[in-house]
């Protein structure tokens, strides 16, 4: 059974920081590239950065600078250190395990940020 485990998330004021980590298990095809996306209410959900199985990266325009993405191949999984939260970054985030087969998703952790 394929599994995308996010973790992390919760509330937090504005200028702080989290860190969201996800454990990708049960897939059975290579992994490509592992990615955090965001879904804030009645918004479209959007890419906030991603990472090739290579190391190379890709940041949305608006988390550049603030946020950083890793990934631990061996282990299936992915991490997003988000620092200087703002109000506009609360949304749910959806960890994503792209491969030549199938696109995979979590369930989503809800990332609130007080102003």
């Known amino acids: 059974q394929v599994q995308l485990v996010e973790s992390g998330g919760g509330l937090v004021q504005a200028g702080g920081s989290l860190r969201l980590s996800c454990a990708a298990s049960?897939?059975?095809?290579?992994?490509?590239?592992m990615g955090w996306y965001r879904q804030a209410p009645g918004k479209q959900r959007e890419l906030v950065a991603d990472i090739t199985s290579g190391g190379n990266t890709n940041y949305a325009d608006s988390v550049k600078g603030r946020v950083t993405i890793s990934r631990d191949n061996a282990k299936n999984m992915v991490y997003l250190q988000m620092n200087s939260l703002k109000p506009e970054d609360t949304a749910v985030y959806y960890c994503?395990?792209?491969?030549?087969?199938?696109?995979?998703w979590g369930q989503g952790t809800q990332v609130t940020v007080s102003s």
């Open positions: 994503n395990a792209l491969t030549p087969v199938f696109n995979y």
């Open positions: 049960g897939i059975r095809f290579k992994i490509n590239a």
